[in-house]
């Protein structure tokens, strides 16, 4: 079983407005196969933010 986290968020200013992401896939860092013989990646994180003037 896979289990994820993601967390968002919007943010507005006088100067610019935007998104922020992140989070983290497979949090118990649990070995698996969704094919046999090829294993998905262990814990890992991501983090993204667009914004606009």
């Not at 407005?17 to 070995?31: A, H, L, V």
């Amino acid at each position: 079983m896979r289990i994820a986290l993601i967390i968002c968020t919007s943010f507005i200013s006088q100067i610019m407005n935007g998104q922020s992401e992140g989070g983290i896939n497979n949090i118990t860092d649990k070995n698996y196969s969704l094919v046999e013989g090829y294993p998905e990646p262990g814990r890992n994180y991501f983090a993204n933010v667009v914004y606009s003037l």
